[in-house]
């Protein structure tokens, strides 16, 4: 049986958050929200919510539990000073804890994640079963000799 393990991230990650387009919405504010304050624009690909969607979804079932704080330390980057006025050094910044928020809310109102108390998110059943499903469709179509002894 394949599993999440199994696949390559960016391919299950692009199969889920076409999954993911049918059972979710983009919030409205989405087009005018930067996903940190290490970015200076919105992101602009049309489907970044899906995409951002299904990589957390796969961060739960990896390391779950997992909460918001640890999560958007993960998605986020470098913050460098200004040119203009150099008022700070260089050094990492989070990101945007609205965005992963929104995105677990959705995603536990789909029955895919759940809350434990005092400890994070963590992947329900129903969401193993989602990601092992896609992740099989991943494997199937991947023409990747060196994945074959998962077979």
Same mark, same amino acid.
């Given at each position: 049986?394949?599993?999440?393990?199994?696949?390559?991230?960016?391919?299950?990650?692009?199969?889920?958050?076409?999954?993911?387009?049918?059972?979710?919405?983009?919030?409205?504010?989405?087009?005018?929200?930067?996903?940190?304050?290490?970015?200076?624009?919105?992101?602009?690909?049309?489907?970044?919510?899906?995409?951002?969607?299904? %990589?957390? =979804?796969?961060?739960? !079932?990896?390391?779950?539990?997992?909460?918001? $704080? *640890?999560?958007?330390? +993960?998605?986020?980057?470098?913050?460098?000073?200004?040119?203009?006025?150099?008022?700070?050094?260089?050094?990492?910044?989070?990101?945007?804890?609205?965005?992963?928020?929104?995105?677990?809310?959705?995603?536990?109102?789909?029955?895919?994640?759940?809350?434990?108390?005092?400890?994070?998110?963590?992947?329900?059943?129903?969401?193993? %079963?989602? =990601?092992?499903?896609? !992740?099989?469709?991943?494997?199937?179509?991947? $023409? *990747?000799?060196?994945? +074959?002894?998962?077979?």
């Amino acid at each position: 049986m394949v599993t999440l393990y199994d696949v390559p991230a960016d391919a299950l990650i692009e199969d889920v958050a076409d999954r993911l387009e049918d059972r979710i919405e983009e919030p409205e504010w989405m087009a005018f929200a930067k996903t940190g304050q290490t970015r200076e624009l919105p992101p602009q690909q049309d489907n970044f919510w899906y995409i951002r969607t299904a %990589s957390l =979804l796969r961060k739960v !079932a990896m390391n779950g539990p997992v909460g918001i $704080d *640890r999560l958007s330390t +993960e998605y986020g980057g470098r913050k460098r000073g200004s040119n203009r006025y150099v008022v700070s050094g260089k050094h990492s910044d989070t990101g945007s804890k609205n965005i992963i928020r929104t995105a677990l809310q959705q995603l536990e109102e789909e029955g895919l994640i759940r809350t434990a108390q005092g400890e994070g998110r963590v992947i329900t059943d129903e969401g193993r %079963s989602f =990601l092992d499903n896609a !992740a099989a469709d991943v494997f199937e179509s991947l $023409d *990747r000799p060196e994945l +074959e002894r998962y077979a």
